[in-house]
């Protein structure tokens, strides 16, 4: 059959050029750019390069590998957590982050199964199949994902670690508390400097958010920062009942309890700010996306999983 034939087939020895026009030319396929994009994975001189494909598989398999590799040692510094906290009073705080973390630790035991799936599948149709670009193209996607589970298990191996630190210690416990509270002082900092630009909306610029969807975004965030501030408080009841069951000073609980008072109150007055800031046109596009978005907040209560809450309210809008 001469080459001129084959559409899709194998393309190596060509130029990119060439390989691209060719593939192309089937209906089902992207275009030549596109295409060219993924064979450069595998060109030499941009000659498509059948040696460059078993490097691309080799360093795909080594990816793989690695991945699987590094959530098999996440998973572990998970368990071992997790046996740390059995010596852990029983309380919310220490619950959920024992559920969050084998929450994630499920993930990635998930997807690093996945990725064997795939890379198997993958090897077992080259064998079948002439498709050089369906070919690379998955093999870069799977290399793509090998390398963001990777990240994800490394990061979750450090947390774990930072995990039975915070059980083995009062002073952590402390210090990730008021690090937290820190947090959220700067949060209330950036959304009362956005409520100073909403005093004057001729200050915000044309490739801004236009002013009744900023003043929207400014105070869904107040209300949210509602339950951020109820959460710290739960967290902070938490490590005081371990700390005076374990014996342990708890003045600089009382700091932090100070503060977080503080917070809620510059909260409540943020609150009445922007309620006295918004035009009615802003409460007219936005009013009930924001009485929609309370009312989800209200469903939530410490402790507090955000990623549930911004999941939420992502139906409502902008936050």
């Keep these: 059959m001469e080459q001129d034939d084959d559409a899709s087939g194998d393309v190596t020895g060509l130029s990119l050029r060439e390989a691209a026009e060719r593939i192309a030319a089937r209906d089902d396929r992207p275009d030549e750019e596109t295409v060219r994009t993924v064979l450069a994975e ?56 024992l559920d969050g973390f084998a929450a994630r630790a499920e993930s990635v035991e998930s997807r690093a199964r996945d990725l064997a799936d795939r890379l198997h599948e993958l090897v077992h149709q080259r064998e079948y199949s002439e498709s050089v670009y369906e070919y690379v193209r998955d093999l870069r996607d799977l290399g793509q994902d090998a ?48 409520a100073d630009r909403l005093e004057d909306p001729e200050v915000i610029g044309e490739d801004e958010p236009d002013p009744a969807t900023q003043w929207f975004a400014v105070t869904q965030r107040q209300r949210v920062n509602g339950l951020v501030v109820a959460d710290a408080r739960a967290e902070l009841a938490d490590v005081r009942t371990w700390a005076e069951r374990a014996g342990e000073g708890t003045a600089e609980l009382a700091d932090i309890a100070d503060r977080l008072d503080d917070l809620e109150s510059r909260r409540e007055r943020l609150g009445d700010r922007l309620d006295d800031l918004a035009r009615p046109a802003w409460r007219e596009q936005y009013g009930e996306a924001l009485s929609a978005a309370e009312d989800t907040l209200d469903e939530f209560e410490p402790p507090v999983d955000f990623g549930a809450v911004q999941a939420a309210l992502d139906d409502h809008g902008p936050a």
């Design 42 to 97: 595998v060109a030499i001189d941009r000659i498509v390069s059948e040696d460059m494909i078993t490097e691309l598989e080799s360093d795909t398999s080594m990816a793989v590998s690695n991945a699987e590799n590094r959530a098999e040692y996440a998973t572990m510094r998970v368990d071992e957590a997790e046996a740390a906290a059995a010596d852990a009073p029983d309380l919310e705080t220490v619950a959920a982050r």
């Design 147 to 194: 390398d963001g589970l990777h990240g994800d298990a490394q990061q979750l191996a450090t947390d774990a670690d930072e995990l039975e630190r915070w059980l083995d210690s009062h002073e952590t416990r402390v210090a990730e508390l008021s690090a937290d509270v820190g947090a959220i002082e700067a949060a209330f900092d950036d959304l009362e400097a956005a």
